[in-house]
């Protein structure tokens, strides 16, 4: 199994532009979600899925959209980048253990530089 | 929603000391309290988590002690080596419907001095 896999691994955008950010998982996790990380303030969430075609919002998701079409893929999508979307996101997924709790699997992270 | 705080951000050590990371939850009925190691340019790896069921957990030199009535947890590293080197996460969960959705302290950055 691969786990979860981000790309791409460094990205640099200029102010206004758009891009995805990808997600996989072979795992054939039913929660997926995505992370960013700022330093000093731990890993944040942005918006998570608990199956395909749900999804719903976390802490930070301003700036941020989201869909899950199927159970492996979750990516993330910036419409009109700023430069405090600088940060380095990171998507993981889980699945329910027996006593109702699941552990998360991280992808490698994606680091991302608004200008 | 769920609040955690940890402490301390920073903690240094030397080799074979022990070390302890404290972290402190809002929602009552969070009932899952993961720990996370993440080393330099790495993801976060889940080290060893603990269950409202369970007052204390260990595995080797890591440990975990979750205090339900007063909403803390701590994570205890006994005989430190340099490899302990990287910045720790705790997190609460309340399991559930919300089983994967995890809120996170702000971390701490662990140096083993050799």
């Known amino acids: 199994n691969a786990g979860v896999t981000q790309t791409p691994k460094f990205q640099v955008l200029k102010t206004g532009q758009s891009m995805t950010l990808q997600c996989a998982q072979d795992m054939n996790h039913e929660y997926m979600s995505w992370y960013r990380q700022d330093p000093g303030m731990g890993l944040r969430l942005i918006h998570y899925s608990v199956g395909a075609g749900i999804t719903d919002q976390g802490e930070v998701p301003n700036g941020y959209n989201v869909s899950r079409s199927t159970t492996e893929d979750f990516p993330l999508r910036l419409l009109s980048a700023a430069p405090s979307q600088t940060s380095v996101y990171f998507c993981?997924?889980?699945?329910?253990?027996?006593?109702?709790?699941?552990?998360?699997?991280f992808g490698e992270g994606s680091r991302l530089t608004v200008l | 929603g769920e609040n955690v705080e940890q402490h301390p951000s920073t903690l240094s050590v030397q080799e074979g000391d022990s070390a302890v990371i404290k972290c402190t939850y809002s929602?009552?009925?969070?009932?899952?309290f993961p720990w996370y190691k993440q080393e330099l340019g790495k993801r976060p790896q889940l080290i060893i988590d603990i269950r409202s069921n369970v007052g204390e957990k260990k595995d080797q030199r890591i440990a975990v002690t979750l205090n339900k009535t007063a909403k803390h947890f701590s994570l205890h590293i006994t005989e430190t080596q340099p490899e302990d080197s990287a910045v720790y996460f705790c997190a609460a969960s309340t399991g559930g419907t919300s089983y994967g959705k995890l809120t996170f302290g702000q971390g701490t950055i662990l140096t083993v001095h050799p």
């Open positions: 929602d009552s009925a969070s009932n899952y």
């Open positions: 993981a997924s889980s699945s329910r253990g027996s006593d109702g709790t699941g552990e998360l699997f």
